[in-house]
């Protein structure tokens, strides 16, 4: 008594029981014979791959360093122009201000055959030029505070750039 697996079996043996090639799972001998990489390959793939990544990233924040280099170069000759301008400015106020001390002193001492209203309108005048003169000093003073706080920006981002290259230089060397 046979069943019917094993008529199914014995009509399907060819050669004393060796099955034939089947069309199903027939590869090319160039396939079965190409070689799959090891582990160790793929993860030495892997990390010529990342380290050509980090290569990248760390030229970039090589070129950025060099960048902020240069802006905190400018900004510093900016604020070094903006000190010479406040400088300049306070000595020109200073003069206004001894200028005016004497021009009261005289007025005071000699008539110069100026009339009170002639006074009153160049006392005006210098007062106006001592005003201007006084916000345009606070005007340089403001930009002087306002480029020292962008150079304090900038070195802190370049100290940053710094910090991440030397990091991943570390880990590249890991």
Request: glycine share 2%; proline share 2%.
């Amino acid at each position: 008594m046979t069943t019917p697996e094993y008529k199914e079996w014995w009509v399907k043996r060819i050669n004393n029981n060796v099955p034939g090639p089947s069309s199903k799972n027939s590869q090319s001998i160039e396939e079965y014979l190409r070689v799959v990489p090891s582990e160790l390959e793929i993860i030495k793939q892997d990390f010529e791959r990342r380290n050509a990544e980090l290569e990248k990233k760390i030229e970039q924040m090589e070129e950025e360093k060099i960048n902020l280099r240069l802006d905190i170069d400018v900004q510093k000759v900016e604020v070094e122009k903006l000190k010479k301008e406040k400088n300049k400015a306070e000595e020109d106020l200073d003069d206004l201000k001894m200028n005016y001390k004497k021009l009261r002193l005289s007025m005071r001492t000699d008539e110069l055959g100026k009339t009170s209203e002639q006074w009153r309108e160049e006392i005006r005048e210098e007062r106006n030029k001592s005003q201007n003169f006084v916000i345009e000093l606070k005007v340089s003073l403001s930009k002087i505070e306002e480029m020292k706080n962008i150079i304090e920006e900038l070195e802190i981002a370049l100290q940053n750039c710094e910090v991440r290259i030397e990091d991943l230089e570390e880990n590249e060397g890991r």
